[in-house]
């Protein structure tokens, strides 16, 4: 398996463009996780995905934010409008099960937001 | 509601030195612990987990981690350090109760290990 693929892996916009993450997880996981790494706030789970259903969405920072999981292999995770607060590295991760194996990390997303 | 706590932002040690990156969690119920490693411009890599059984865990690369239920802590460890374990290493803690499969990060600490 190629591991958990994530596109664009830089992606620069100006304030108040949509922008979309996208990720695609590993085949036969049940979990999916979007995280967001920045220096001052480390790494925050901002959604994650049981079977394609959202289960928490406590750290989606605000309603700019959303995210799809509309089959098993594939996600979204959209800003609209962006805003230069949201430039990060965004992770999308999955697992096999839940809370006893380790997640799979895909190699992240630049965005900035000018 | 489940924490982790790096209380260490950088470690520096002397390669071949033994090396010790501190973790102390707080959950409801019995914890289940991972240890990751981040490279500039890399995702987050799995190195070990306790779930249960022995309190020592061996991981990639030569790593290890002392489960310490009295003192809730997980300090990853490695007897000899070598340069190119330089990077940024995170812990991490679920819980079963609940059964959310909510995986949640400490702040990071960077290790440098200088030749």
């Known amino acids: 398996d190629a591991g958990v693929i994530q596109s664009p892996r830089h992606e620069v916009t100006e304030m108040g463009q949509e922008v979309t993450l996208r990720c695609k997880p590993i085949?036969?996981?049940?979990?999916l996780f979007w995280y967001r790494q920045t220096m001052m706030r480390g790494l925050e789970l901002l959604i994650y995905?049981?079977?394609?259903?959202?289960?928490?969405d406590s750290g989606m920072p605000e309603d700019r934010f959303s995210a799809k999981m509309p089959n098993a292999s594939f996600s979204t995770l959209k800003i609209q409008p962006s805003e230069p607060r949201d430039s990060a590295v965004y992770f999308c991760a999955s697992s096999r099960s839940s809370v006893n194996t380790e997640a799979f990390f895909g190699q992240g997303t630049r965005l900035t937001v000018v | 509601a489940q924490s982790v706590a790096q209380p260490e932002d950088q470690v520096n040690v002397a390669e071949g030195n033994p090396l010790t990156v501190k973790c102390t969690y707080s959950v409801s119920g019995n914890p289940y612990l991972f240890w990751y490693v981040q490279y500039p411009n890399r995702g987050l890599q799995f190195l070990l987990k306790?779930?249960?059984?022995?309190?020592l865990v061996k991981g990639s690369y030569g790593f290890e981690a002392e489960f310490n239920k009295s003192q809730t802590s997980f300090h990853l460890k490695k007897p000899s350090a070598l340069v190119s374990d330089s990077a940024l290493y995170f812990c991490?803690?679920?819980?079963?109760?609940?059964?959310?499969?909510?995986?949640?990060f400490g702040q990071g600490t960077t290790l440098q290990v200088k030749p």
């Open positions: 085949s036969g996981h049940d979990y």
């Open positions: 991490a803690v679920s819980a079963p109760s609940g059964n959310t499969g909510k995986l949640i």
């Open positions: 306790y779930i249960t059984g022995d309190n």
């Open positions: 995905f049981n079977n394609n259903v959202p289960i928490d």
